[in-house]
T-cell receptor, first 116, second 113 residues
Framework: AQTVTQSQPEMSVQEAETVTLSCTYDTSESDYYLFWYKQPPSRQMILVIRQEAYKQQNATENRFSVNFQKAAKSFSLKISDSQLGDAAMYFCAYRSLFQGAQKLVFGQGTRLTINP | EAGVAQSPRYKIIEKRQSVAFWCNPISGHATLYWYQQILGQGPKLLIQFQNNGVVDDSQLPKDRFSAERLKGVDSTLKIQPAKLEDSAVYLC???????????FGDGTRLSIL
């Protein structure tokens, strides 16, 4: 079974600075998806960024980018120019590509605080 | 487009009572998921539907939890009888199909007294 580990329960950063959230995962599969989701107090899980394991190029979405190290099974999220609205819980998630196995396996989450 | 709708937003019951949650996925989304998120943890899949059929319910406590998806659209998740450890947020998500992004609702926060 796949597992996802986020070793940082909490992180904080000054507004406008850069922060990196860590995630490692364990799988025996060669093809899969990795995701970062943001969960504000409203509870809705919002997709931040997605990475396909077969793509070597790291995904980027505006101020959000990932550092995907497939051999090391590491998938970190970098947030540049942090804004107050970025404050939330961030979850790393894994999804298999196999038929039917579409569930997301989540890590424990990292609470990100933005200091003004 | 309208998002995934869930109700109620909050529910408080006593242990051993029953409770039901409702989810309306995004129109046209064939796949529907129910996740349980215990405080301080990431969500865990309870059950996945593809249209009317169950794809994965391996982590659903079937002695007390049940779920159905009527006509491949709306879904209800029921707990009967509830235990203290069922206190959690119950999230519903939907996707167009396999390998498509999952869109989440706002969840239902369940508190068991």
């Amino acid at each position: 079974a796949q597992t996802v580990t986020q070793s940082q329960p909490e992180m904080s950063v000054q507004e406008a600075e850069t922060v990196t959230l860590s995630c490692t995962y364990d799988t025996s599969e060669s093809d899969y998806y990795l995701f970062w989701y943001k969960q504000p107090p409203s509870r809705q899980m919002i997709l931040v960024i997605r990475q396909e394991a077969y793509k070597q190029q790291n995904a980027t979405e505006n101020r959000f980018s990932v550092n995907f190290q497939k051999a090391a099974k590491s998938f970190s999220l970098k947030i540049s120019d942090s804004q107050l609205g970025d404050a939330a819980m961030y979850f790393c998630a894994y999804r298999s590509l196999f038929q039917g196995a579409q569930k997301l396996v989540f890590g424990q989450g990292t609470r990100l605080t933005i200091n003004p | 487009e309208a998002g995934v709708a869930q109700s109620p937003r909050y529910k408080i019951i006593e242990k051993r009572q029953s409770v039901a949650f409702w989810c309306n996925p995004i129109s046209g989304h064939a796949t529907l998921y129910w996740y349980q998120q215990i405080l301080g943890q990431g969500p865990k899949l309870l059950i996945q539907f593809q249209n009317n059929g169950v794809v994965d319910d391996s982590q659903l406590p079937k002695d007390r939890f049940s779920a159905e998806r009527l006509k491949g659209v709306d879904s209800t998740l029921k707990i009967q009888p509830a235990k203290l450890e069922d206190s959690a947020v119950y999230l519903c998500a939907s996707s167009l199909g396999r390998n498509q992004p999952q869109h989440f609702g706002d969840g239902t926060r369940l508190s068991i007294l």
